[in-house]
């Protein structure tokens, strides 16, 4: 039984823990699997023999790969080689200590992002569980009281600044006057015309989506991340679950909302309002590819096992496994709230779990409950698209190599993209690269008009016409890298972290 499926989160971190040890993982039992915790480190990984693979005498043999020609040729020939050097027909494979993958969820294993794609959901249907006195409170959760005078763009044509203070005033104002009308409720239902094409309704809406992007944009990740996971709150696990399911069921069906454009909320003018009209942009569609269901399936028949770990919230990234019908996922670490006594989620991060999934804390959570599962060893393979996964992607010494969705990012993934435009242009395999020590890094494109992955390395981006490739970041490591400077030269000195841990530095 896959780990996703046993979820059930518990008050104790041990108890919880218990829940994922799946028997399968190295022949551990639960003990064994906690004294792990302070185990000595092996690199079973390493055991591997870096030499090139016969990919045609593999197909011969039965040996399970991608074939897809949606995949880039550098990408599917590099995990063909992957699955067949790492896989459990591979020499050095150990039967009671498998190699594992980690894959980031939100626009890696997806196009687009769920949790984005929920909230628009929850605000079109006005499915919240928050009492209304509690509102102002629940929105201002995390955010430092020094910080709610910070403005953002009102995004009205007048580049007009607004409070964050201000904007979460007015959207808990809207929301007490919504809600005595009777138009919240937990599930959401399909608002009437006269509420739809209310005032109150509108600005709420408007200003319940700016504020996520005005959160996010001027707050610590810290404080960003879980922010939006509190919208959540007084609902059980089950019932984000259930929200998020019917939210996947919608605008991950092309018959229905994955329209692959962008919706716009249009503020109202209210009475008495403190941060005035504002108006926001956001995504229309969510999907997980054929290509990506297609690498999980490869790598549980390689005998690769799968873990996710998502900034998102744990119960939608459950349902999103679930409705795209993943195969493959040996277990989930992803955000998580606090429980109250009626086991309701409280508008508090559960740091007895494991560290916020987030940026390092990604690769904490690796630290804490995955790699104990696995004799300490860290992940062989990983896939990211953004900052957030920097960490894990490039920290794990025997990581072998790295998928990358290229979303021609200007954070330190384009780092990453950099550098895998140089491997490629310079014919260097997986084989050559581990030989030398290092992660051979594969950039991925995609179509996102049409929600599809396609065989080129660069992307066309949501609403444009042009393709998208290297940002000037990614292609400035890639003239360093011409001009002979190291892989762990480029990470470590050019990474916007102050306190990156650096290349291949955790075991």
Known sequence: MKLHRLYAKNKRTSDWLKQWIKPAVGGLCIASALLLLNAPLTDAAAAHNAVPVNVKAMQQQGVYTVWSQ???PEVRNTLQQFCAQYGKDSPGYNENCHPYAVFDFDNTTSIMDMEEQLIIWQLDHLAFAIPPAEMETVLR??????????????????????????????????????YQQGQVTLRGSDLDEATRNSAVYQDFKSKMRWLYDAVSETMDNSVSYPWV??????????????????????????????????GTYNGAVVPDSRAGRVNVSYKLGITVTPEIKELYANFEKNGIDVWINSASNIDVIRAAVNYFQIPG????????????ANQRYKNAYDYSLHPQTQGVGKALTIDKVIRPLYQGQGPVFCAMDSQGDFNFCTEYKNTKAVLIMNRQRSDDAALCAGIAVYQKKHGISLAQANKNGDTKFILQGRNENIGQLWSEDYTQLLGKTEPAFLSQKGETALAQLEKGQSIREILQQDTKLKDYKGYKSRR
């Open 329 to 340: 996922v040996d277990g989930i670490v992803a955000m998580t709230n606090q429980l109250d």
């Open 141 to 178: 959760t995390g955010i430092p009281p020094e910080k709610l005078a910070l403005t953002y763009g009102a995004n009205d044509g007048k580049d007009r600044p607004v409070a964050i203070g201000d904007a979460i005033a007015d959207a808990a104002r809207d929301y007490d006057i919504l």
């Open 70 to 72: 949606n995949w880039n």
């Open 229 to 262: 996971t509190y919208w959540f709150t007084n609902m059980t696990p089950l019932d984000v679950y259930t929200l998020a399911y019917d939210c996947d069921a919608y605008y991950g069906n092309p018959a229905k909302g994955a329209t692959w454009n962008k």
